[in-house]
């Protein structure tokens, strides 16, 4: 008999509030055709994959392809270098956001604050073929930072043709692209915080910094171990256009990830059965992160996990 009263409810909702509803097509939609029903293409990590005959014509081969990969000497290098790389966004370029954020907080001027937003948000906007022609002219012999040590009298240096120059410039320019955009979450669950909270501080003779460390810190920080563990949720996606656009045959090396192997044995090789395997590996080992830290934030924090 309850479930028989409820649905007249609900279904009376869905015609009350049909335009909120309707909000959730687009985004549903979007993971529907994008991430869903893409995961029926998994199956060819199985198989040796031959593209005229399709995954139907293809034949099973179970766990080749998975012990393939480890089979790879150079294998162990790209995933190296995967989780370095990842590990140092992470450590470098997380934190930066909620300093901006925290810093832009402080600012009275409307003007200001919203014309420091509009700047620092500006480079997102920004493709990443437009960021690193940006970062090579910047650095190249002819560029400012040659020009500066030509000036000082000392040799110029080409940052782009050495391998140890890489992380460095990835870090920063990831910082400049995206830390500006990342504010925005911050912000907004900073506006949520009562004045109050800062007229009594103030009362009890508490200055600025103070104020950050002992209410804004504090009140913001579930927001920050729910964008945490969603970084680590997408640890191994670094991005392909991000490092392949900075790639070259001199940091090589060093700069390869899973995303531009995949390229590789993927779209250039053909290797399509091989790519998917490893890819399938990565979205484990991200689901295994996410899994682990939010266990972990579940246990340790007062602001919990996910879920």
Request: glycine share 8%.
């Amino acid at each position: 008999m309850a479930n028989k009263q409820d649905s007249p409810r609900i279904g009376g909702k869905a015609k009350q509030n049909w335009m909120l509803y309707s909000m959730v097509v687009p985004g549903a939609l979007f993971f529907l055709f994008f991430k869903y029903i893409p995961l029926l293409g998994t199956v060819i990590a199985f198989q040796d994959y031959n593209i005229y005959k399709g995954i139907p014509g293809s034949p099973w081969v179970g766990l080749k392809h998975y012990v393939t990969i480890f089979s790879y000497y150079d294998i162990y290098g790209v995933i190296i270098n995967t989780f370095r790389i990842g590990l140092e966004l992470i450590l470098f370029s997380f934190p930066v956001p909620i300093i901006l954020a925290l810093l832009m907080n402080e600012i009275n001027s409307t003007f200001v604050k919203r014309s420091v937003q509009s700047i620092l948000y500006l480079p997102y906007f920004f493709s990443w073929v437009l960021i690193a022609n940006l970062v090579f002219k910047f650095l190249s012999v002819n560029g400012p930072i040659n020009g500066i040590l030509e000036l000082l009298g000392q040799e110029k240096v080409f940052l782009l043709n050495r391998a140890n120059s890489f992380d460095p410039i990835i870090i920063i320019s990831e910082i400049w692209k995206n830390s500006g955009w990342g504010t925005i979450v911050y912000l907004a669950a900073m506006a949520g915080i009562s004045p109050e909270l800062y007229e009594s501080a103030s009362i009890d003779g508490a200055n600025r910094p103070q104020k950050i460390w002992h209410i804004t810190l504090p009140l913001i920080v579930p927001v920050i171990v729910t964008l945490l563990l969603l970084r680590l949720g997408q640890f191994l996606d670094i991005g392909f256009d991000f490092i392949y656009q900075f790639q070259n045959p001199v940091n090589m090396d060093i700069s390869d990830i899973v995303e531009t192997y995949n390229y590789r044995a993927g779209i250039v090789e053909g290797k399509y059965s091989l790519s998917t395997a490893l890819g399938t590996c990565k979205a484990l080992v991200g689901m295994v992160m996410i899994l682990a830290f939010n266990r972990i934030a579940t246990k340790h924090t007062e602001a919990g996990g996910l879920w």
